[in-house]
């Protein structure tokens, strides 16, 4: 039997958050009387954890006002994370089915890891997750492997201490291929989020998923060209 493991992103992978994301930010830019943005710029201001946000947010002459402006986003953000929040279409089945065929599942993601949980827990109560891990003090963000190397220790913890024949990180953006590349794991670039196919082609994404349902043919293909 196969011990395989999928890491998924959450922001513009598994759900879309970015209205309420902006919604936030738009809150705290209001307040300090800056420039609000369409819903559309902020697919380019995400990705790279909160306090980026808020910087690329700012007019160019205000960078150094990100701290106020995440204070601002996080009060407004703590109520309000699930008003538009939703997963995108097939998620939830595409996780169900690879769960029934074994496949441990797992999230990394930049977005705060209160947030995130909080997220997964209210969207995906059933899906069997060994680890939601987001943005903390404790690890560096995305990119940099350490979020991928603490699942992995979950995976092995598990009983039995298996050991990953396969695993995979599927993620809407340059950051997402890129750690999938870093922690020499296959990235699936989701083309639906917010950044779409040509920034992950231009990544090197090792495949593309149009639908969530593509995600499950992927590794169910991939794991069958696996040997036992």
């Known amino acids: 039997m196969k011990n395989d493991l999928a890491i998924f992103d959450l922001d513009g992978t598994l759900a879309d958050t970015l209205c309420d994301l902006a919604d936030a930010t738009n809150h705290g830019l209001k307040i300090l009387g800056y420039p609000e943005h369409d819903y559309d710029k902020y697919r380019y201001f995400v990705g790279n954890g909160v306090r980026k946000l808020c910087e690329r947010a ?49 999230v990394a993601t930049n977005k705060p890891q209160t947030f ?59 950051v997402d291929i890129q750690t999938a590349k870093n922690a020499g794991v296959t990235g ?8 779409g196919l040509e920034e992950l082609s231009a990544a090197g994404a090792d495949f593309i998923a149009r639908t969530a349902g593509d995600i499950y043919s992927i590794i169910s293909a991939d794991r069958g060209s696996l040997p036992e």
Do not use: N
């Open 188 to 195: 699936i670039g989701c083309v639906w989020g917010f950044r």
């Open 58 to 106: 700012l007019p160019e002459d205000k960078k150094d006002e990100a701290d106020r402006l995440l204070e601002l986003f996080s009060s407004y953000y703590g109520v309000h994370f699930l008003d538009k929040t939703q997963l995108y279409p097939g998620i939830h089945d595409m996780l169900k089915r690879l769960s029934a065929d074994g496949v441990m599942l797992a």
């Open 116 to 174: 995130a949980r909080e997220i997964t827990a209210a969207l995906l109560p059933d899906i069997p997750f060994i680890s939601v891990l987001g943005g903390c003090e404790e690890r560096p963000k995305k990119p940099d492997t350490a979020v991928i190397q603490e699942i992995l220790s979950a995976f092995s913890a598990l009983p039995g201490s298996p050991e990953a024949d396969r695993v995979y990180m599927a993620g809407d953006s340059d």
